[in-house]
């Protein structure tokens, strides 16, 4: 179903912040895996909402956006461009939400939330993070659990 498939883009993205103090890359129990263990959860969340509910999903798209904003604050410099692009995917589906009054079923059908689908399914982008999230920090996706 297309509007589920746009709400993989949000489960998928995080924000990239960084600055000379971040680590330069995750370990299992450091502040960036525990917040990314939260925005993984709240994202997850997401899979089960009701797309036809434009209330529901502004409230848990923005409480996702905020807990991927946390973890993106400490963020390490080996995911930075990886999280850069999934952050850009994030920006515009976040744009394409509100223009469309959060109905995502509506905003899937428009010409930018089709390429915006169609972008993330072939990004790679998201099967990095996952990998790196199973790698660096021990939390398992749908993709890393065997």
């Known amino acids: 179903m297309r509007p589920l498939a746009l709400l993989s883009v949000a489960v998928l993205s995080f924000v990239a912040c960084g600055d000379d103090?971040?680590?330069a890359t995750a370990t299992k129990g450091d502040e960036f895996c525990t917040l990314a263990e939260d925005a993984k959860q709240d994202n997850d969340a997401l899979d089960s909402i009701d797309v036809t509910d434009a209330a529901k999903v502004e409230l848990e798209f923005?409480?996702?956006?905020?807990?991927?904003?946390?973890?993106?604050a400490r963020a390490p410099k080996d995911i930075t461009e990886t999280l850069n692009e999934l952050l850009t995917n994030e920006q515009k589906l976040e744009q394409l939400l509100k223009a469309s009054d959060y109905?995502?079923?509506?905003?899937?059908?428009?010409?930018?939330?089709?390429?915006?689908?169609?972008?993330?399914?072939?990004?790679?982008?998201?099967?990095?993070?996952?990998?790196?999230?199973?790698?660096?920090?021990?939390?398992?996706?749908?993709?890393?659990?065997p």
Request: net charge negative; glycine share 8%; charged share 30%.
């Open 62 to 72: 923005g409480a996702a956006i905020d807990s991927l904003t946390a973890a993106a």
């Open 21 to 23: 103090g971040v680590a």
């Open 103 to 145: 109905d995502v079923i509506k905003m899937s059908e428009t010409d930018e939330g089709k390429k915006l689908i169609d972008d993330a399914s072939v990004s790679p982008a998201g099967d990095e993070f996952k990998a790196y999230l199973a790698d660096k920090c021990g939390i398992e996706t749908a993709a890393t659990t």
